[in-house]
């Protein structure tokens, strides 16, 4: 991999990043700890001795790679056979020729995405490496629990979408548009719900998601909600029985969120605006609330067998539509690597070309934004083209709460004014964009 030079700076391991590392992460690794703890009964319960084994060998793993960060080790190579740990050691390496000889890279001196990366990527190990707990989800509870203190909402929004569906092949385009901004921006803003960003504390959706979306537009700083409207109805339009609308996710937290971005696929295939969606989660747990394959089967069932009509008749249709196939569950391991987007083309050629076949991109939340962006301290008045760095498989939305430093396309002095009245505009998750490129 060539060495970048015409690019800014990465976000390095200082400043909020520095926080992030120093603070949340090390408080991360201790509740996975602690999650361990709690669920040795069951361990024994499940698997006898063997099970309490693995448990303690886990958590003395967990406790050497939170001694190693928290008194800046280096960021040592994967000793695992894992698929993915030759690509990992080859990306170490790189940093480590990025670092000029300057000995190894160790935790606060890489950059922020690699050594958070990292730290997700060595929780796996300690669960994967030690079989018979190898399948066991440190961060499940959380996301159930998000799951559960966000049921309000999710009846509001479950219910709402019902009385929507019952008409709806009586919209006009008109009518048809506003539905689709309205669940845009509850999709964008249940992304607030992440909870790595509180390392792991409730962070759930308790309000009615559709209720105060007028008071918060002005807090959409790049808003391209137009730009994608004219791409579905045109493809609506020119689309031939022959050639399918095809709308990919790149699916972020479980929780509330999961379900506003299903609520929102779901009336893309119900208002012909895409005729198959294609989501793409994690392969292993990762950021302490991302979606992976079991946490997007369990919430569907969960929906299902709910005991509210509107609730169960959205799980229902969707496990219809995952059974006719327009709906397609993916993972790819390139997800869950600590590379950015801009080097996928090169890493995972076979995701790229998958990625190509899609008319619309949709990129939800924080972390897929800052690997869209390489992660970078752009100018804010950067155009989103340029930082995505010949990544354009296809046209491509990113949902976002700002919840990083990093932030393109603004208009001159826009982020310069914000900054002047919040400076923690960057990071608060109060800011949301919903930021457009079309150009492939
Ligand atoms: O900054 C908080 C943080 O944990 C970042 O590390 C990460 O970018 C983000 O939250 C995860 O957020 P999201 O779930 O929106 O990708
Ligand atoms: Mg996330």
């Not at 690997?371 to 155009?383: F, Q, S």
Request: proline share 5%; with cysteine.
């Amino acid at each position: 991999m060539a060495a970048v030079t015409a690019l800014p700076v990465s976000l390095s391991a200082r400043s909020f990043a520095y926080f992030t590392v120093k603070d949340r992460l090390p408080q991360i690794l201790t509740k996975v700890i602690d999650t361990l703890h709690r669920h040795k009964n069951e361990f024994f319960e499940e698997h006898g001795e063997k099970g309490v084994e693995a448990e303690k060998r886990a958590i003395s793993f967990l406790s050497k790679l939170r001694n190693e960060l928290q008194t800046d080790k280096p960021v040592t190579p994967l000793e695992d056979e894992l698929p993915d740990a030759a690509l990992w050691n080859q990306y170490l390496d790189y940093q480590r020729n990025l670092s000029n000889g300057n000995g190894e890279p160790s935790w606060f001196q890489s950059p922020w995405l690699f050594v958070e990366c990292y730290m997700y990527r060595r929780i796996h190990a300690a669960l994967a490496q030690n079989p018979p707990i190898g399948s066991f989800d440190v961060f499940k509870e959380g996301k159930a629990q998000n799951f559960f203190e966000s049921q309000e909402a999710i009846i509001a929004l479950c219910t709402y979408f019902q009385e929507l569906l019952k008409n709806i092949q009586d919209l006009d385009e008109k009518q048809l548009q506003g539905e689709l901004f309205k669940l845009l921006q509850v999709s964008l803003w249940g992304n607030k719900c992440d909870l790595s960003f509180s390392a792991g504390e409730g962070s759930s959706q308790k309000s009615s998601p559709l209720q105060c979306l007028e008071d918060m537009v002005p807090y959409i700083i790049v808003n391209d909600m137009e730009r994608l409207w004219s791409l579905l109805i045109n493809a609506k339009k020119r689309n031939t029985d022959k050639c399918n609308v095809r709308v990919d996710i790149i699916l972020d937290n479980a929780g509330f969120e999961l379900v506003s971005d299903l609520v929102l696929t779901d009336f893309l295939l119900s208002s012909k605006l895409a005729d198959e969606v294609h989501f793409h989660g994690k392969s292993i747990p990762w950021y302490v609330s991302d979606t992976t394959k079991n946490d997007f089967n369990w919430t569907i069932k969960q929906l299902q067998s709910a005991n509210h009509m509107w609730m169960s008749r959205c799980g229902i249709n969707w496990e219809g539509n995952l059974k006719k196939g327009v709906w397609v569950y993916h993972d790819h391991m390139f997800w869950t690597l600590p590379h950015v987007y801009s080097s996928m083309a090169e890493v995972a050629p076979d995701l790229y070309a998958d990625l190509q076949k899609s008319n619309l991109l949709l990129f939800k939340g924080d972390l897929n934004y800052r690997k869209l962006t390489g992660d970078r301290k752009w100018e804010y008045t950067v155009p989103f083209h340029q930082a995505l760095n010949k990544f354009h498989p296809a046209p491509l939305c990113s949902l976002r709460t700002l919840k990083s430093d990093t932030q393109v396309g603004l208009k001159p002095g826009q982020g310069e004014q914000i900054q002047a009245s919040e400076p923690e505009w960057m990071v608060s998750g109060k800011y949301g964009i919903v930021q457009f490129d079309a150009t492939p």
